[in-house]
């Protein structure tokens, strides 16, 4: 089953979704949180694919400012991953009735998964599925940020996030890309919420990541409270589902099949 409804009002904005598979009442659901320059429609058929393979619902989202959803005002509060995950995304739960989710997240939004499930004691979330986190600002991202920022005034990258974010691509670009620079977000750290984290997690880090060291996967395996099953992906940089699709969605599968007991 797919469902497609354009959009869903969530804490006073319309936010643009997708559904794959069983409804919230059927089976847990996959949510799935994107990175800082993505949306629904980048993820491409990756959740579909996933839900299908282990029989469970997936609702995917954009977030304010991305992709079809309502735009935000600008510039970003430093603090905007946790506005996400303590505020938005308990109300995006709510608003779908999901009883039982298991939260994956990419880079920005696996960092939001972290703080979701460190900082509220939330019964409905069962599991993480993290690519690429942050838990603290290393100069490498930030060095790559600043570079990204150099192409995207080239033109090219421009045109190609303009296909996903349409009118708002430069809000989107700069929104991101000027909060990381601020200078106020060096000191940006979620490192306490890792002890409170109470359930599996799955860690997936690709080896030329240029947005983060091991030191972050290192990090999250140490203070996590359940023990952290990571994958070291040779041959891919940040974005494993879509670099090692094959890889990445059967480290999601196995993770799934032997922690929960899915198909």
Not at 139 to 164: D, F, M, P, Q
Request: one cysteine or more; proline letters at 6%; a negative charge.
């Amino acid at each position: 089953m797919f469902i497609s409804v354009p959009h869903a009002g969530i804490a006073g904005k319309q936010l643009e979704y997708e559904w794959h598979g069983p409804g919230p009442d059927a089976a847990p659901t996959l949510v799935f949180l994107h990175e800082g320059l993505g949306c629904v429609a980048m993820w491409r058929d990756f959740p579909r694919r996933l839900a299908e393979a282990v029989g469970c619902g997936a609702l995917v989202y954009s977030r304010a400012g991305y992709g079809k959803s309502d735009p935000i005002e600008l510039p970003r509060p430093v603090e905007f991953m946790r506005e996400e995950g303590l505020v938005v995304l308990p109300q995006v739960l709510d608003a779908f009735a999901i009883r039982e989710a298991i939260l994956v997240g990419h880079s920005d939004g696996g960092s939001i998964a972290l703080i979701h499930a460190g900082g509220i004691r939330d019964v409905r979330v069962r599991g993480l599925i993290l690519e690429a986190p942050h838990v603290f600002v290393e100069e490498v991202g930030l060095e790559s940020i600043r570079s990204i920022g150099e192409e995207y005034r080239t033109g090219r990258l421009k045109r190609a996030l303009a296909r996903y974010h349409g009118k708002h691509g430069d809000e989107t670009f700069w929104g991101w890309h000027d909060v990381w620079l601020n200078p106020e977000f060096r000191s940006w750290n979620i490192e306490e919420y890792l002890p409170q984290i109470g359930v599996p997690v799955l860690l997936i880090q690709g080896e030329d990541d240029r947005y983060g060291t091991p030191e972050q996967v290192r990090k999250i395996e140490a203070d996590c409270r359940e023990p952290v099953r990571t994958v070291m992906l040779a041959e891919c940089g940040h974005t494993p589902h879509l670099e090692q699709p094959a890889g990445t969605l059967e480290s999601m599968k196995e993770f799934l099949r032997e922690v929960f007991g899915m198909r």
